[in-house]
């Protein structure tokens, strides 16, 4: 697995993306959709590893739970609450994208173990990035590790747990003010982390029981931002769909590879189907639209998790949602019944294939079947991505 991490870098990707550009210049469609073959293959074996460390008890297991949209009790989630006595290193796969691994790392700056033996031990290099959780203040062992992170070049984030305790706690005064409250906790942590001499870092206050509150959608924001291009993709797709705003960046990256995905529908291993005129590869279209349906949080578990934690009932969710896709399994006979309404009005698609295509000429060459399969995902992405942001409207309304 790593080394499929480390053979994958963004220029490596940036120049299978000027060869597939390259060949639909020169109208050479077989050519281009070999090419998408091997740049989506390539995406697909991207990995992004995210440790999460610091004190047992902190809330470093809840975290990784939480990161990964799953409850405390779901097969495959990480035990809390439980006293920690190794330092082993523990890999959890999210349950959706495996290549996405947050690793919950107990022992690393607690006093027991040094940080510097124990980043060796850990294989430090495989991580993206460190998320060092932190309940209260943070100490002189949390800042060594960010210390030794720092040498390895590696980026770290600080987070500040269980903020919904001092809220609440907070809350009971007469005089409660909850914006000034969190930046009271986060200028206390800034301050103490720069009196030991790290710069001064920023601080994500967050409340592992829900991420929707507080800073995780800013800490989200900022690991997007920071990592490559290619990795930003992976978070991006496995992240827990809870604001609004990030329900927006996903549909955006879906975006990105719609064409790519109707080109090769059309062009590799295209078969004609009964009753249909146009010949696609029906499998691309249902791993992606499955795709956009977990992204969106659509599924059972995830509207279920979101009832759980915002008091609406599923039945109060399900009510907003529209896409017939969201009454039935998305496989392949729903997918070619779609597709049989869409080949009626595939010949009004000319316009928005001439603003988001690139060598719009060649793909023209490729017809009926490019155009169909584009407006299909372009549709599927449009109405599932409504259904999420109606569905957290919804929550969030519920809540006001
Ligand atoms: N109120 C509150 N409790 C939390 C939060 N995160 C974790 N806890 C609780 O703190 C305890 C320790 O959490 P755990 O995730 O096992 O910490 P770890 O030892 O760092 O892995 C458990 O009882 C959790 O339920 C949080 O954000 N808010
Ligand atoms: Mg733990």
Redesign the pocket.
């Known amino acids: 697995m790593n080394s499929i991490m480390e053979n994958i870098d963004d220029k490596e990707l940036s120049l299978v993306q000027r060869e597939i550009e390259e060949a639909l210049k020169n109208n050479n469609l077989t050519t281009a959709a070999g090419k998408i073959q091997d740049y989506l293959k390539e995406i697909n074996n991207v990995e992004l590893n995210i440790a999460v460390t610091?004190e047992?008890?902190?809330?470093?297991?809840?975290f990784v739970n939480a990161f990964r949209g799953m409850k405390d009790n779901d097969d495959g989630a990480a035990p809390?609450?439980?006293v920690?006595t190794t330092m082993d290193a523990n890999a959890y796969p999210h349950p959706k994208y495996p290549n996405m691994q947050v690793w919950?790392l107990?022992g690393i700056g607690t006093a027991t173990f040094k940080p510097e033996e124990c980043l060796q031990k850990v294989e430090f290099d495989r991580f993206d990035f460190f998320i060092i959780?932190s309940s209260e203040r943070f100490r002189a062992n949390d800042i060594s590790l960010a210390k030794e992170i720092q040498k390895m070049k590696k980026k770290f984030y600080f987070v500040r747990?269980?903020i919904?305790?001092d809220i609440r706690a907070e809350g009971r005064k007469e005089k409660f003010d909850k914006a000034k409250t969190l930046e009271t906790i986060r200028q206390y942590c800034i301050k103490g982390l720069e009196d030991q001499g790290l710069g001064s870092p920023k601080v994500f206050l967050i409340?592992?029981?829900d991420l929707g509150l507080y800073d995780f959608p800013d800490l989200e924001e900022t690991m997007e931002i920071e990592l490559p291009d290619h990795k930003r993709h992976v978070l991006l797709l496995s992240i827990p769909n809870i604001t609004l705003k990030i329900n927006k960046r996903k549909k955006e990256a879906f975006k990105t590879n719609m064409w790519r995905l109707a080109i090769l529908s059309g062009t590799v291993a295209a078969i004609p189907l009964p009753g249909l005129s146009i010949a696609v590869d029906v499998s691309i279209l249902v791993f992606e639209i499955q795709r956009y349906y977990h992204a969106f949080g659509l599924d059972d578990e995830s509207l279920q998790s979101l009832a759980n934690r915002m008091n609406v009932s599923v039945k109060e969710l399900k009510a907003v949602l529209k896409s017939p896709l969201n009454q039935k399994k998305i496989n392949k006979d729903v997918i070619v019944k779609l597709l049989q309404s869409a080949a009626l009005t595939a010949v009004t698609m000319a316009e928005f294939l001439l603003s988001s295509v690139p060598a719009f000429g060649s793909i023209a060459a490729a017809g009926i079947s490019f155009s169909t399969t584009y407006y299909m995902l372009r549709k599927c992405l449009n109405e599932l991505a409504d259904d999420g942001h109606n569905v957290l409207m919804t929550a969030l309304m519920a809540n006001e």
């Open positions: 610091g047992t008890g902190s809330g470093k297991s809840t809390t609450g439980v920690e919950d107990p959780v747990s269980k919904d305790n409340s592992g029981f």
